[in-house]
Structures are given as C-alpha cells and as structure tokens.
C-alpha cells in the first residue's frame, strides 16, 4: 500500500449534483495530482496542486476544481455532474524535488452520474 | 504534446513465462521518464519501474526490466517467470521534465492474463 487515501470508495449522483472527493497523501509528500480514468480508458490528468496553489491543469472544464489543505489533503469538486463524469478518479501524491517524482497513486473513487 | 501508444489491448502467457508488454512514445521533450503501472481489478495504480530519458542501461526491478530503445522511441515492459497474481491491467506512462512536475500520460493499457 501507498499510503494515500481516497474517500469515499462508490458514489452515486445524479445529472446536475455536484460532488467532492477527498484525498490523504503519503506523509511527507507536499504534491497531489488528480486524474480521471474513463472505462476501457488509461488515466488523464485534471489538475496538481503543490503548497496549496494549483500548478497545472489538463484539458477539463472549470466544473472540476480543487483545494489542497495545508496538512498536503486535498479535494476534487465536480459541479453540475454530467453522465461522462462517471468514471474512477484517483489521487496521487509526491514529494517535489524528488528525482523524478514519483506519483504514488490511492485506491480510487469509483464515481456513476446516472 | 505527449502520446504513448500501447498497441495490446491483451496479452496472455502461461504461467512461469515470460511476457512482453509494448509500449511507443512520442514527445519534443529532450528529458523525460518512462514508467510503467499495474493497475489490479481493485483500481489501484501500482508503480512497478522507471526509466529515464538519459539512462544508459535499462532499468530492472526484480522480475520486470524495461527494454528501452530511445532512437525508436519505445520501452517494452518484460516480466519474467510469470505469476498468476500478475494477471491485471498495465500502462505505460510519460513524464516530461518540462510539464508539471510529475504530471503523467498514460497509454490506454494492456490486460494481461496469466494462466496455469
């Protein structure tokens, strides 16, 4: 195990809610990535977020933003949910500087837009 | 822009085999690193090796080893000596140095089964 986090495990919502996600990185790890992965689909990036300020987004719309805490957790917001938004988000935590970074990944939460 | 092209959607070998798993990349980043995931029915991402765009010999990490062959823009997974608990999902992945930091591309993976 990794030691990252992710809350809850399945969620189910409807068109037009909105949700949050929650992520607990690896101690020490200053750095958490968030992506999304599509049935039958490899991960895509949403965005990263290092000392608490976003630090690069991927190609997703402004419906999908983020908070990380001072203690390096972090949520993912959806709003106005869409039935493509159902997919398994996973977080990834890391310590900046490393050599290459290294994203250690969480378990994923398992979200359906019905 | 970054793309990794997994070519197998899936692959099956037989128990205590070795498999090769294929992965191509293309990117306009002079520096960057190779990585490979296992990814279990339970949708963890688990790392299994790196490579880096400047390492002169192919990484190996117990009974995975990448074959990396940069002037072809490709870096195969091998693992050896198959067991039955690899069975899952594996992607290759890019991570160039000049992107946000650690950032990742991934391929749209390959299923590999393993059986007795």
């Known amino acids: 195990e990794t030691g990252v986090t992710q809350s809850p495990t399945h969620l189910i919502k409807t068109r037009g809610q909105q949700v949050t996600l929650r992520c607990s990185s690896q101690?020490?790890?200053?750095?958490v990535s968030w992506y999304q992965q599509a049935l039958g689909q490899g991960p895509q990036f949403i965005f990263q977020?290092?000392?608490?300020?976003?630090?690069g987004r991927g190609n997703f719309p402004p419906r999908f933003s983020g908070l990380q805490f001072p203690n390096y957790s972090s949520e993912l917001n959806v709003n106005a949910l869409e039935l493509d938004d159902s997919a398994l988000y996973l977080c990834?935590?890391?310590?900046?500087?490393?050599?290459?970074?290294?994203?250690?990944f969480g378990p994923g939460t398992r979200l359906t837009v019905l | 822009a970054q793309k990794i092209t997994q070519t197998q959607p899936g692959m099956f070998v037989q128990e205590k085999e070795a498999v090769t798993l294929d992965c191509t990349y293309d990117t306009s980043d002079p520096s960057y690193g190779l990585f490979w995931y296992k990814q279990p029915s339970s949708g963890e991402m688990i790392f299994l090796i790196y490579q880096g765009s400047y390492d002169q010999q192919n990484a190996t990490e117990g009974r995975y080893s990448l074959n990396f062959q940069k002037a072809r823009k490709s870096a195969n997974l091998v693992i050896s000596a198959s067991q039955l608990g690899d069975s899952a999902m594996y992607f290759c992945?890019?991570?160039?140095?000049?992107?946000?930091?650690?950032?990742?591309?991934f391929g749209r993976g390959t299923q590999l089964t393993v059986w007795p």
């Open positions: 992945a890019i991570s160039p140095r000049g992107s946000t930091l650690g950032r990742l591309y």
């Open positions: 990834a935590s890391s310590l900046t500087g490393t050599e290459y970074n290294e994203q250690f």
């Open positions: 977020y290092y000392r608490e300020e976003e630090n």
């Open positions: 101690s020490g790890h200053n750095t």
